[in-house]
């Protein structure tokens, strides 16, 4: 199975931790995180996460999510699908940058998109056959 996590959900982690959403949120990432590494999971890449990555002002956060490319068995670039389905995507009423990643997400093959931008889980629940959840409904899902 085949995962796209956006960067607010790589970076739910470092999020002050006193809510318990955001604490279940980091929870939930992390197990999948560590179901990435031991090859249960499958991660999709895209230029459009190191691009948002490289724009994080904060360098742990920065360099930490970076080494994620390192686990992923795809890593989408820019192309014209990816740009068509993401203008698809953003006459629909989605943001640019989330067009984008969902679109690299649609390219990528990913069954899941994971991500804790409620604007995102507002918008999608499933695009183009992907499923669009948070970190905690994908594990309750994948761990029933």
């Given at each position: 199975m085949k995962l796209y996590l956006d960067n607010c959900c790589f970076?739910?982690?470092?999020d002050e931790q006193t809510n318990i959403r955001v604490r279940l949120e980091t929870e939930a990432k992390l197990r999948i995180q560590e179901e990435i590494r031991s090859g249960k999971y499958d991660l999709v890449w895209s230029?459009?996460?190191?691009?948002?990555?490289?724009k994080n002002p904060f360098r742990e956060r920065k360099e930490q999510t970076a080494t994620w490319i390192a686990y992923s068995v795809i890593d989408v670039p820019e192309d014209a699908e990816v740009l068509r389905i993401a203008q698809l995507l953003n006459?629909?009423?989605m943001k640019k940058l989330?067009?984008?990643h969902i679109a690299c997400a649609i390219v990528g093959e990913a069954d899941y998109f994971l991500t804790t931008d409620d604007g995102i889980l507002?918008?999608?629940?499933?695009?183009?056959?992907?499923?669009?959840v948070d970190p905690i409904d994908f594990v309750?899902?994948?761990f029933a």
């Open positions: 970076n739910r982690p470092f230029y459009i996460l190191d691009y948002e990555n490289g006459q629909r009423g989330d067009s984008l507002k918008k999608a629940t499933r695009v183009d056959g992907i499923k669009v309750k899902e994948a």
